[in-house]
């Protein structure tokens, strides 16, 4: 458990840099500077990138924090669904996830 909880604070300290890392980049482009039309429509091609994997990482960090939170109410490692134990593989490979692999691959059938 120590072990765990050590990586999802390694992730969320991880995911927490990255989204400082590119915090510059999500800033508007300034449309005024003086560059090339086809640079400037390059850099909003390339935020537009950079911003959909922001809103992931922003998702994936806040996921992040609601493990730690279930560690600090001592259910971490419980599907937050149907409450059995999350495989420790499973646990080790997504370290913030909420769910089993059953109730996970269940949600992701419903959404299709
Ligand atoms: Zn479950």
Do not use: W
């Amino acid at each position: 458990m120590d072990e765990l909880r050590g990586a999802v604070l390694k992730l969320e300290g991880d995911l927490n840099d990255l989204l400082s890392a590119t915090e510059d980049g999500a800033k508007p482009v300034d449309l005024r500077a003086n560059k090339g039309r086809l640079s400037r429509m390059d850099e909003m091609h390339n935020q537009s990138i950079l911003l959909a994997n922001r809103t992931l990482t922003e998702n994936r960090l806040r996921e992040t924090r609601r493990a730690r939170a279930r560690f600090d109410a001592g259910d971490y490692g419980y599907c937050t669904d149907c409450g059995e134990p999350v495989g420790y593989a499973r646990l080790r490979a997504y370290p913030d996830t909420p769910r089993c692999l059953a109730c996970q691959s269940r949600r992701e059938t419903d959404q299709d």
